[in-house]
């Protein structure tokens, strides 16, 4: 008999860790897919300086 509630005890901790792991997997995937809907474009505007040939952020 003991044997049947240490399985059942295994058993019921299985299904939690499966619930929670499937919980936080979603919530990640949530994450990831709000950082990649969309996209931030970054704009850096350069001038060449005309001494040394380099190209610069703008001011």
């Not at 058993?11 to 995937?29: C, F, N, P, W």
Request: charged share 30%; no cysteine.
């Amino acid at each position: 008999m003991s044997h049947l509630v240490g399985l059942a005890l295994i058993g019921a901790g299985i299904y939690v860790v499966v619930r929670v792991l499937k919980r936080e997997m979603t919530r990640v995937a949530e994450i990831l897919h709000e950082a990649n809907a969309q996209p931030v474009r970054v704009e850096i505007r350069m001038e060449r300086d005309p001494v040394t040939g380099v190209y610069r952020e703008r001011r």
